[in-house]
């Protein structure tokens, strides 16, 4: 299909702003809005309650939506998730015997080191499902249960709203595992999908947030490293922030879990040194918090993600503290993804880097 810019200056920019309406249409297929209830797709008929445990497997930013689901279905669903790379996967040559469902997750739904994986698990002869955003795709094909996210066509190499479509598909699916096996109650699961549907509205207020990340952006856009941190639900968002940042503007970062801080990183903390720090006020924050005090302590140049309760706890003297709307824990992922997009993007653009298609990176990597 052709797809056109509209008046965005680039294809990344459009589809970070198409997210509230793409997240909100992933949600209806996993959420029946009239009754509260959650449900599966018509293409997937997965019975959670025999699962107990599973195997995800994905690439580059889908393999942190994974990451991100794996905190979803061992908390709402109590799963046990093993996780990999897909590149990984097959030569790991872990025991899948007790493994109930083989998960992957992918935008393309042809990416090499993922379909191989899907085969492999059919070969060992798990039941297999995709989350994927392309329906006509090898992986859709192949694939015993099709999860599909409904962001669109995403054009832009560094993938955003497919990312937050993901999530999105994930927290729904673990409410319907936690369900599924008797760890949510009827009333539990109402109170859920309410929560889920506020996130297109929190994701627009985030939006909001575009300029202040812009101002941001002029001195990330000068520096030639970034550090970011996270714990608990935010420790996937610390990968995908650095992910984002160095496909597009070409710096280098890394992204930690805020608690790995001492083994290694801290000896990097000079006061050239942007850290981006995704601390959400839910019940990792003081121990964050702490982290962000060793990193003011050595000079580190702090730009804190938090919500309001956060920016009161006044953690340190100086940060560039980005206000975030205040949310259920459930929602942190998929709405602090928002200014992480915005601050590579922006980043990218005083750079002048070709954002929509970074050098040396592919929409869909479909060799090994
Ligand atoms: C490439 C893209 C990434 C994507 C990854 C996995 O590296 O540039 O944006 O996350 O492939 O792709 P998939 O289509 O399987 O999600």
Redesign the pocket.
Known sequence: HYVDKGNYRHFMLKEIYEQPEVIGHTLGSFVDLTTGKTRLPASASIDFSSVKRMALS?????FYAALVGRYYFERYARIACDLDVASEFRYRESPLEDVDLALF???????AD?LASLRHAKAEGLQTAAIVNVDESTIARETDHVLPTLAGPEIG???TK?FTCQLMALAALSIRAGVARGRISEAQEMEFTKTLQETPRLVNEALHLEDQIDQLSREMATKKHALFLGRGFSYPLALEGALKLK?ISYIHAEGYAAGELKHGPIALIDDTMPVVVIAPHDRSFEKTASNVQEVAARGGDIILLTDRKGAEAKVVDEAHTIVMPRMPEILTPIVYSIPLQLLAYHTAVQMGTDVDQPRN?????TVE
Do not use: H, I, Y
Request: charge should be negative.
């Open positions: 994905a690439c580059g930013t889908g997750v992918s935008q393309s739904g042809e990416t993922t190499v560094a993938s497919a496909e990176l592919a929409k869909s990597v």
